[in-house]
């Protein structure tokens, strides 16, 4: 069973950087398309970016375009979100989660979930 731990989150004030990280154990990333995802107090999951299975095709949603940027390293059995010139409304819980699909936006679509991890952006 394929397991998705994040890290990296944290408190960081506005302009500023973080690089998130989703370790995978359990099985091999290398056929699984990686999105990460968002969710604010009182909002809805929100799909911020994925990456395919290969690492050719990345996707992002309008309020990561230009700033963040998803990476993966197989040989590592990881996905990372460095995020750039964060904002105030960037603040989340954010989470990785895995899909044998061609990976999109759609919660649903994935199968397996990290335990998320908490970004703060505040001066």
């Known amino acids: 069973q394929l397991q998705l731990v994040e890290s990296g989150g944290g408190s960081v004030q506005p302009g500023g950087s973080l690089r998130l990280s989703c370790a995978a154990s359990g099985l091999s990333l290398d056929y699984y398309a990686v999105g990460w995802f968002r969710q604010a107090p009182g909002k809805e999951r929100e799909g911020v970016s994925c990456i395919s299975h290969t690492g050719g095709v990345t996707n992002y949603g309008d309020s990561a375009a230009g700033r963040f940027t998803i990476t993966r390293d197989n040989a590592k059995n990881a996905v990372y979100l460095q995020m750039d010139r964060l904002k105030p409304e960037d603040t989340a819980v954010y989470y990785c989660?895995?899909?044998?699909?061609?990976?999109?936006?759609?919660?649903?679509?994935?199968?397996?979930w990290g335990q998320g991890t908490q970004v703060t952006v505040s001066s």
């Open positions: 989660a895995a899909s044998l699909g061609l990976g999109s936006s759609r919660p649903h679509e994935y199968d397996d």
